[in-house]
Structures are given as structure tokens and as C-alpha cells.
């Protein structure tokens, strides 16, 4: 993707070691863009301080050691990232992985050290075929239509987890069918506030808009019991004892539990590569063909995370979504990252004021991110049906499973099936062929957990 050209940052004094160690002049950015990107997105990322802990608690996680151990991960990954690859993308425990362990396993008997020890042989296996370079090979031979879909796709994930933060969109417990949201609530009005004030705020303009409009929200949510002043704005991190080193790998080399072991691989995979395509899609890092340079250095970063995490209790550390809100800001290079991991830090020793933001103040940023990541399904040819209808089937599906590693597992899988009954085979690379026979498992298997 081919970035508007525009006038070059030039320093008056010289360059200083934040602009030559993570190249902003050539990125044609600035340590103010790039610093209020990185507070962006850690402000949209914030909750999962709350959610990460919360999922992992049902296993019987201690909860205030996998506090401490989710900022941990929050930081190394981040600042992995920023100094090795020089990329605008956090990294932490997606939801998903989360859910896997605390919920999931966890209701099949698997204890959580054990579901540990499979996210951690996830990431070994993960960081193996990084190095052997076979991830860079399947993100390549995805087809250009499904690129140009991932955005919306994610999009659609995104947007759909800022309406249910934001209480605009319920789930039901029985049937998971998705529902209308009570608007009367305080949270939801001051969800829907903010969200008018980032519109107003983008539409003229404003540096930092989101950012503004998450603060801003915040304060409004103070007269109305959604926001919550802490008792005390400073607190020691609790220790992550109780869980470091609890991991169990032997445990977990277990036959029975190769299909857990598939689920967790997979949803992973693909989420890691649709989000480092996507967000890097907004950050404009994209060649045309939907590629990106050196995107194993992203992939090498989020592997080692996702292998150490469950050492200190953390499973399926990866690039997050949430790094959209610091590209949506203008973030392009690692001091977005970098910004972020200190924010991630801080909150240490300041845990209070991050859980003071509420998830409907939030909830705006995810929202109108995800709606504007739509905007890539202008680029593929809707013309051609067997291109197209792929694109759309992924996007569907990301919104029924409420996981855009399912939906881009499935768009993969439409895509050759579409191809295929319409005659058009030749036009699939022998590499989809080959991966569709896991993908088959994949879904065959998640169908029964």
C-alpha cells in the first residue's frame, strides 16, 4: 500500500536518538505523532488489565498475579517489538487464548497449569515455523482479494467488541444471538457521547482525537457512577509468584489434548497474521501486493511472547488488535510501541488510574477504528464473484464466531471451495490446497469444543 506522499520532518537542531533509532524522518513522522499514538492505543488496550486477569481467574488463577504477569508480557513483547522489528503493533494476551485457558479447558477438567504448558507448546511450534520461514510463506500465498478483505473483517471484530463494551450490543448466554443494548444505561449514553465527540473531533481535525475523546469520556462518566475515582492513586504490583514457572509442559504432551493444542494454533496463527496485515495496512507499511517487508521480525517478536508468557502465567501473547488505534492516530514506526510499553509500565505502580478508565469510554476508539477499517472493502473487486464472495463469507463468519482467526480461517476455506465448483482451480496456489486439509480439522474440531 502506497503511502500519500508528504512534505518531509525535518529537524531544526539535528536529529535526536528517538528519531535515528526508530527512523521517523524517513517514515515521515514525529516523536509527538508517535508518542500520542502509543498513549492511544495503550489507553484502547487498557482493559485488558481488567478482562485478561477476570478470564484467567475462572481456572483458579490467582488474580492479582496475573495482573502483574499481563503488564509484563504487555511490556517485554511491546518493547520487543519496537526495538527489533521498529513497528507500531503492542503486544500482549489476546482475549482469545485467554478464554481457551480460563474457560474452555478449564470446563473440560484441564487444569491451568496444563493449559499453560499447550499455550506454550503453541508458541514453540509457532517460533519453529518462523524461523524455518513457513509462516512468511502462507501469509504470501494468501490471494490478494482475502488481503484486501482483512481489514474489514477485523473491522467488523473490532467494532463489535466496542458495541458490547459500550452495552449498545448484548450476547445471550444461552444462544449467543447477538441483541440490542439497553441505550438508557449510563454507561451506554456516555459510550454514545464519546463516540459524537470523536466524530466531531476527527472531522475537524483535532491531533490526538480519540485520544480526547477516551479522556473526555472518562470525565463525563464521573457524575454518573461510570467512572470510579480510586481509593488511592498509587498501589505496589502484586507478585507474580504464584504463577511463574507453574507452567506444565509434560502435562500438556498429552494425545488427548492434540485438538485443544490444533484449536489454540490456529485461531492464533490467523489472528497474529490479520492483524499484523491489517494494522500495518493502516499504518501504511504495505507493499501493493498486500505485503510487508521484514514481517518476520513482527512474527519472530510475537513467537517468543506467546512461548515465554506462560512462564509467568500468560498464555497466547501476540500482536493486538488494539495497536489499530495508535496506526488510526498516525503511530507508524516503534515509538508508538515503545510509548506504549512505558504506559504498560507505569501502570506497575499506578494499576489504579488505568482501571479507573471504563470500558464504555473505550469503547468510541474501538467502534469508529473498526468502522473505518471497512473502508478496504472499496479495494476489492466486487465485480468478480469468486473473488468477492470469499471476502464477504470471512467477514460474516469473523462476526458469527466473534473470532477473526475463525473468520480468516474460513475465508481461506470458502476461497478454495468458490474456486474450485466454479471451475476456476488453476487460480489456487498448490500451498492452499495443502493448508485447507488442517483448516478442515480445524473447524471439524472446534465444532466439538
Given at each position: 500500500?502506497?503511502?500519500?506522499?508528504?512534505?518531509?520532518?525535518?529537524?531544526?537542531?539535528?536529529?535526536?536518538?528517538?528519531?535515528?533509532?526508530?527512523?521517523?524522518?524517513?517514515?515521515?513522522?514525529?516523536?509527538?505523532?508517535?508518542?500520542?499514538?502509543?498513549?492511544?492505543?495503550?489507553?484502547?488496550?487498557?482493559?485488558?488489565?481488567?478482562?485478561?486477569?477476570?478470564?484467567?481467574?475462572?481456572?483458579?488463577?490467582?488474580?492479582?498475579?496475573?495482573?502483574?504477569?499481563?503488564?509484563?508480557?504487555?511490556?517485554?513483547?511491546?518493547?520487543?517489538?519496537?526495538?527489533?522489528?521498529?513497528?507500531?503493533?503492542?503486544?500482549?494476551?489476546?482475549?482469545?487464548?485467554?478464554?481457551?485457558?480460563?474457560?474452555?479447558?478449564?470446563?473440560?477438567?484441564?487444569?491451568?497449569?496444563?493449559?499453560?504448558?499447550?499455550?506454550?507448546?503453541?508458541?514453540?511450534?509457532?517460533?519453529?515455523?518462523?524461523?524455518?520461514?513457513?509462516?512468511e510463506v502462507v501469509t504470501r500465498s494468501i490471494p490478494q482479494?482475502?488481503?484486501?478483505?482483512?481489514?474489514?473483517?477485523?473491522?467488523?471484530?473490532?467494532?463489535?467488541?466496542?458495541?458490547?463494551?459500550?452495552?449498545?450490543?448484548?450476547?445471550?448466554?444461552?444462544?449467543?444471538?447477538?441483541?440490542?443494548?439497553?441505550f438508557t444505561t449510563p454507561g451506554a449514553m456516555i459510550a454514545?457521547?464519546?463516540?459524537?465527540?470523536?466524530?466531531?473531533?476527527?472531522?475537524?481535525?483535532?491531533?490526538?482525537?480519540?485520544?480526547?475523546?477516551?479522556?473526555?469520556?472518562?470525565?463525563?462518566?464521573?457524575?454518573?457512577?461510570?467512572?470510579?475515582?480510586?481509593?488511592?492513586?498509587?498501589?505496589?504490583?502484586?507478585?507474580?509468584?504464584?504463577?511463574?514457572?507453574?507452567?506444565?509442559?509434560?502435562?500438556?504432551?498429552?494425545?488427548?489434548?492434540?485438538?485443544?493444542?490444533?484449536?489454540?494454533?490456529?485461531?492464533?496463527?490467523?489472528?497474529?497474521?490479520?492483524?499484523?496485515?491489517?494494522?500495518?495496512?493502516?499504518?501504511?507499511?504495505?507493499?501493493?501486493?498486500?505485503?510487508?517487508?521484514?514481517?518476520?521480525?513482527?512474527?519472530?517478536?510475537?513467537?517468543?511472547?506467546?512461548?515465554?508468557?506462560?512462564?509467568?502465567?500468560?498464555?497466547?501473547?501476540?500482536?493486538?488488535?488494539?495497536?489499530?488505534?495508535?496506526?488510526?492516530?498516525?503511530?507508524?514506526?516503534?515509538?508508538?510501541?515503545f510509548t506504549a510499553a512505558i504506559m504498560f509500565l507505569l501502570?506497575?505502580?499506578?494499576?489504579?488510574?488505568?482501571?479507573?478508565?471504563?470500558?464504555?469510554?473505550?469503547?468510541?476508539?474501538?467502534?469508529?477504528?473498526?468502522?473505518?477499517?471497512?473502508?478496504?472493502?472499496?479495494?476489492?473487486?466486487?465485480?468478480?464473484?469468486?473473488?468477492?464472495?470469499?471476502?464477504?463469507?470471512?467477514?460474516?463468519?469473523?462476526?458469527?464466531?466473534?473470532?477473526?482467526?475463525?473468520?480468516?480461517?474460513?475465508?481461506?476455506?470458502?476461497?478454495?471451495?468458490?474456486?474450485?465448483?466454479?471451475?476456476?482451480?488453476?487460480?489456487?496456489?498448490?500451498?492452499?490446497?495443502?493448508?485447507?486439509?488442517?483448516?478442515?480439522?480445524?473447524?471439524?474440531?472446534?465444532?466439538?469444543?
Amino acid at each position: 500500500m502506497a503511502e500519500t506522499p508528504v512534505k518531509p520532518i525535518t529537524a531544526p537542531t539535528g536529529e535526536n536518538w528517538l528519531q535515528r533509532r526508530f527512523k521517523l524522518h524517513h517514515h515521515q513522522t514525529s516523536v509527538k505523532k508517535e508518542t500520542i499514538a502509543g498513549i492511544t492505543a495503550f489507553l484502547a488496550a487498557a482493559y485488558l488489565l481488567i478482562v485478561i486477569p477476570g478470564l484467567l481467574s475462572a481456572a483458579g488463577v490467582d488474580k492479582g498475579a496475573a495482573l502483574t504477569g499481563t503488564i509484563i508480557v504487555c511490556v517485554i513483547g511491546s518493547l520487543f517489538m519496537a526495538f527489533y522489528a521498529n513497528l507500531p503493533f503492542m503486544v500482549g494476551p489476546g482475549i482469545g487464548g485467554s478464554v481457551l485457558v480460563g474457560i474452555t479447558l478449564a470446563g473440560d477438567g484441564i487444569s491451568w497449569p496444563i493449559g499453560l504448558g499447550i499455550a506454550c507448546w503453541s508458541g514453540i511450534l509457532f517460533f519453529v515455523l518462523t524461523v524455518l520461514g513457513m509462516r512468511e510463506v502462507v501469509t504470501r500465498s494468501i490471494p490478494q482479494s482475502i488481503k484486501l478483505g482483512l481489514t474489514a473483517s477485523i473491522g467488523i471484530f473490532i467494532a463489535l467488541l466496542g458495541f458490547r463494551n459500550a452495552g449498545l450490543v448484548s450476547a445471550s448466554e444461552k444462544t449467543h444471538a447477538l441483541g440490542l443494548g439497553n441505550f438508557t444505561t449510563p454507561g451506554a449514553m456516555i459510550a454514545l457521547a464519546g463516540l459524537l465527540i470523536a466524530i466531531g473531533l476527527q472531522a475537524r481535525r483535532v491531533p490526538g482525537a480519540i485520544l480526547w475523546a477516551i479522556l473526555i469520556a472518562t470525565l463525563l462518566g464521573l457524575p454518573f457512577g461510570v467512572t470510579h475515582i480510586p481509593a488511592q492513586w498509587f498501589s505496589l504490583p502484586h507478585s507474580v509468584g504464584p504463577l511463574f514457572g507453574k507452567v506444565d509442559l509434560m502435562g500438556a504432551l498429552n494425545i488427548a489434548f492434540l485438538p485443544f493444542l490444533f484449536i489454540f494454533f490456529a485461531s492464533e496463527f490467523f489472528s497474529t497474521m490479520g492483524t499484523t496485515l491489517a494494522v500495518g495496512g493502516e499504518a501504511g507499511l504495505l507493499d501493493e501486493k498486500g505485503n510487508m517487508s521484514n514481517i518476520n521480525r513482527p512474527f519472530i517478536v510475537d513467537s517468543i511472547a506467546a512461548t515465554l508468557g506462560p512462564i509467568v502465567g500468560i498464555p497466547a501473547a501476540t500482536a493486538l488488535v488494539e495497536s489499530s488505534a495508535g496506526a488510526e492516530t498516525g503511530g507508524k514506526t516503534g515509538l508508538t510501541a515503545f510509548t506504549a510499553a512505558i504506559m504498560f509500565l507505569l501502570m506497575l505502580l499506578f494499576t489504579p488510574i488505568a482501571l479507573m478508565i471504563p470500558k464504555e469510554a473505550t469503547a468510541p476508539a474501538l467502534i469508529l477504528i473498526g468502522l473505518n477499517m471497512f473502508s478496504g472493502l472499496r479495494k476489492v473487486d466486487l465485480s468478480n464473484f469468486t473473488d468477492a464472495l470469499p471476502v464477504l463469507l470471512m467477514v460474516m463468519t469473523t462476526l458469527i464466531s466473534n473470532s477473526f482467526g475463525t473468520g480468516i480461517a474460513g475465508g481461506l476455506l470458502f476461497y478454495v471451495a468458490i474456486k474450485v465448483v466454479a471451475g476456476k482451480w488453476r487460480e489456487v496456489p498448490i500451498s492452499l490446497y495443502i493448508l485447507a486439509l488442517p483448516l478442515v480439522y480445524y473447524f471439524a474440531t472446534l465444532t466439538h469444543h
